[in-house]
Structure formats: C-alpha cells, structure tokens
C-alpha cells in the first residue's frame, strides 16, 4: 500500500513538473507567433490575431469541460463498435483530469494571457492611428472587449460542453484519430 502511495505521488510530482514546462513552452510559442503575426500586421490583421487567440481558449476551456463531465460508457460502447474517433475519445474520458487540465488550464488560460498582451499591440497599432489622447481610454476599451468576448464565450460554451458532452469528446476523438492509424 505505501509503495503505491509513493508511486502516486511520484506520478503526480512529475505531472507537475510536465505541466510547467509545457505551459512555459506553449506561452512561448504563443506569444512568439502572435507577436510575429502583429509586428507588420495591419488593425484587421491585429484583431483577427486576437480574435483568433481568444477563440482558441474558448474551445479549449469547451473541450476540457466536456472530457471533465462526460460519461465513458456510451463511449466504450462506441469504441466497441469501431466507431471512428471513439477509441481516442475513450483515452480522452480515461486521462480527463490530465487532458482537463491541459485544456482548461494550459491552453485555456494562456490564450487569456496571451490574447491580453496581444491586445496592447493592437491598441499601440490604433494609437498610431489616432491621437495619443485616445491611447488610455482605448486600452480600456480593447481590454474589456477581449475580457467580454473571453467570459461571454466560455460562458456559451458551457452549456454545450455540459449538456453535448458526449458529443464534443467524440468530434475531438474524431479530429484526433484522423492523425493516427485507428
């Protein structure tokens, strides 16, 4: 019994540790392509770019919640059947806490991190548009707009991952097995 306890806590010791260097090496990609996306980019090509980032965290909180409260036995049923993408939506249910974790608190949250800093390019691009007597108020504005869209999107999506749970993993498992042999 101690033997395992010690295995447990090992195994989540280095969880731990896996969790932090992906979220560093993900924060850094993240930042490093939308900052490479901004740097020449034009304000539609800026908003997009944040557009784009903040939805990527709305999914990601969306995928992580419905792997979190979906049920393995219609699923098991499924992969049983040899239905396509099932098998990897079964390994999803069975790895919820990690793969929850990965999603909401990983991509999720660095999506709300990065699509902040992204924002303060787009503001600098619009600054450099308009008067400077603008730039406080409209650093506001973009903020509370990205704030809006991020809270009033997950909040949406909620729903779906809840009551589609199903539903949302097998279209990930199905997304995912179209990259390996199933």
Request: aromatic share 6%; proline share 1%; glycine share 8%.
């Amino acid at each position: 019994m101690a033997k395992a306890k010690k295995k447990a806590k090992k195994s989540g010791s280095v969880w731990i540790v896996i969790v932090f260097l992906l979220s560093f090496s993900l924060s850094m990609l993240m930042s490093w392509s939308s900052s490479m996306a901004l740097a020449g980019a034009g304000i539609v090509l800026a908003a997009l770019t944040v557009l784009l980032i903040v939805f990527f965290g709305i999914l990601s909180d969306t995928v992580g919640l419905a792997v979190a409260t979906a049920s393995e036995a219609p699923i098991a049923a499924m992969a049983a059947k040899k239905v396509r993408g099932a098998k990897r939506a079964l390994w999803l249910l069975k790895n919820a806490d990690r793969v929850s974790s990965v999603c909401n608190d990983m991509a999720g949250d660095i999506c709300s991190v990065v699509s902040g800093s992204a924002g303060a390019a787009l503001v600098l691009r619009l600054a450099q548009i308009l008067s400077a007597e603008t730039d406080f108020m409209l650093g506001i504005l973009v903020s509370a707009l990205i704030a809006a869209l991020t809270v009033g999107g997950k909040a949406l999506c909620k729903g779906i991952a809840i009551g589609k749970a199903k539903e949302v993993v097998l279209m990930v498992g199905f997304a995912l097995s179209l990259f390996s042999k199933e």
